[in-house]
């Protein structure tokens, strides 16, 4: 199993929708979740940490469930602009590990 | 101000040619990083810095050596450049030393491309 896994996509997604992806990691004793986002020829930039009770911020909800070793984020009623490819990360034994990212297309 | 700058954004160099991409961050950050994200957009970390001391080395050739001349500047020399070379690099810092709970900020990479 890898360490860090997402499914690539791309989910093509119509506007307004409400879409989810999960990331699953191997390594169970991992301490820090985040997503982040990665525009086409862009840099990540951190869209949110994630929690094991689960957090929320506006139209985003990130959740955290360590018995299956996944996390997930939800968005609703999505925009064109949240079109990008998502980025799960994962800490543990210090290690920073990225999953390769799910890409999105929202379509107008 | 940007927080996070790396220079140059584009670097088209041939084989077996020596570059140097640099990195400065003034977010008062102790960790500094480099990442390599290769055609196939897979992010990985290369090296680590805390306070100017090493602190990860991946699996990296070592024609690839990173330099921090103070805790605001990484830089990455890289010797006898080869094709596989090519990719976006990425510097990146955070505030904390050890990796738990690290919020990464990232400069907007360096395009490398190797003839």
């Known amino acids: 199993r890898k360490e860090v896994e997402q499914d690539p996509g791309p989910f093509n997604v119509p506007e307004g929708a409400t879409v989810a992806f999960n990331c699953t990691y191997s390594?169970?004793?991992?301490?820090?979740f985040f997503w982040y986002r990665q525009d086409c020829r862009k840099e990540p930039k951190l869209l949110m940490s994630?929690?094991?009770s689960g957090n929320e911020d506006g139209r985003f909800t990130a959740q955290l469930n360590r018995a299956s070793q996944y996390i997930s984020l939800l968005i609703r009623d999505s925009k064109l602009s949240d079109s990008a490819t998502y980025l799960c990360?994962?800490?543990?034994?210090?290690?920073?590990?990225f999953g390769k990212g799910t890409r999105l297309h929202i379509l107008p | 101000d940007t927080a996070v700058s790396q220079t140059p954004k584009y670097l088209v160099t041939q084989m077996g040619n020596d570059k140097s991409i640099k990195c400065e961050q003034n977010?008062?950050?102790?960790?500094m990083y480099w990442y390599k994200q290769d055609s196939k957009k897979f992010l990985k970390i290369m090296f680590s810095?805390?306070?100017?001391?090493?602190?990860i080395n991946e699996t990296v050739p070592n024609r690839f050596s990173p330099k921090s001349p103070d805790k605001a500047h990484l830089n990455l020399h890289i010797n006898s450049l080869e094709l596989g070379d090519s990719a976006v690099y990425f510097c990146?810092?955070?505030?904390?030393?050890?990796?738990?709970?690290?919020?990464?900020?990232f400069g907007s990479g360096t395009q490398l491309s190797v003839l």
């Open positions: 990146a810092s955070s505030q904390v030393g050890r990796a738990a709970n690290e919020k990464l900020f």
């Open positions: 994630v929690y094991s």
């Open positions: 977010l008062g950050h102790d960790t």
């Open positions: 810095y805390n306070n100017k001391e090493l602190i």
């Open positions: 990360v994962v800490i543990g034994d210090d290690k920073i590990i």
């Open positions: 390594n169970s004793a991992s301490q820090s």
